[in-house]
């Protein structure tokens, strides 16, 4: 009884480990500088009404999608396949399992805030009025999308975010 469960835990050990002959590590880094504006002039007009801008600026990192490492049978890549190699009868893949597909990483998110806006009292303070107009400019917007086998992080070339809110 005692080597049937030796037996069947050593079988554990083996379904777990994965064998395959790809290389599935790379030397790859990168990194992210950014310095970033920030400016809010407010201009009070009476004792109740006070109006402001804001300028601003921001940013997220790139990375490293890890659902796309260009291993085989894992994502379709965006790049055309590597032509079949035939050496003494036999033909190697069709890829080179050491470099990532085209889309592994992805790069930074900048975006670019324009906002107007007023606070007002009215009747002595018993009423009050906030309001703000807003625009965004983002530029390699990152997305997040599906590929068969997990979420995968891509740049969009840019998107626009506008409107406007009030509160009373």
């Given at each position: 009884?005692?080597?049937?469960?030796?037996?069947?835990?050593?079988?554990?050990?083996?379904?777990a480990?994965?064998?395959?002959?790809?290389?599935?590590?790379?030397?790859?880094?990168?990194?992210?500088?950014?310095?970033?504006?920030?400016?809010?002039?407010?201009?009070?007009?009476?004792?109740?009404?006070?109006?402001?801008?804001?300028?601003?600026?921001?940013?997220?990192?790139?990375?490293?999608?890890?659902?796309?490492?260009?291993?085989?049978?894992n994502?379709?890549t965006?790049?055309?396949?590597?032509?079949?190699?035939?050496?003494n009868?036999?033909?190697?893949?069709?890829?080179?399992?050491?470099?990532?597909?085209?889309?592994?990483?992805?790069?930074?998110?900048?975006?670019?805030?324009?906002?107007?806006?007023?606070?007002?009292?009215?009747?002595g303070?018993?009423?009050?009025?906030?309001?703000?107009?807003?625009?965004?400019?983002?530029?390699?917007?990152?997305?997040?999308?599906?590929?068969?086998v997990?979420?995968?992080?891509?740049?969009?070339?840019?998107?626009?975010?506008?409107?406007?809110?009030?509160?009373?």
């Amino acid at each position: 009884m005692g080597q049937c469960a030796a037996y069947n835990n050593w079988l554990a050990v083996l379904q777990a480990t994965e064998f395959d002959s790809y290389n599935k590590y790379w030397v790859s880094s990168r990194k992210t500088d950014d310095l970033l504006a920030f400016g809010e002039p407010t201009v009070d007009v009476s004792d109740s009404t006070m109006l402001y801008v804001t300028y601003s600026e921001g940013f997220k990192s790139g990375g490293f999608s890890a659902a796309d490492d260009g291993t085989p049978g894992n994502l379709p890549t965006s790049a055309p396949p590597i032509p079949p190699v035939v050496n003494n009868g036999f033909q190697a893949n069709s890829f080179v399992s050491t470099v990532p597909n085209a889309d592994f990483e992805f790069d930074d998110e900048s975006v670019e805030s324009f906002e107007i806006g007023g606070k007002h009292e009215f009747a002595g303070g018993a009423v009050r009025l906030n309001w703000a107009a807003f625009y965004s400019e983002y530029d390699d917007l990152q997305t997040t999308i599906f590929k068969g086998v997990g979420f995968a992080v891509n740049n969009a070339a840019s998107s626009e975010v506008q409107g406007s809110r009030s509160i009373s």
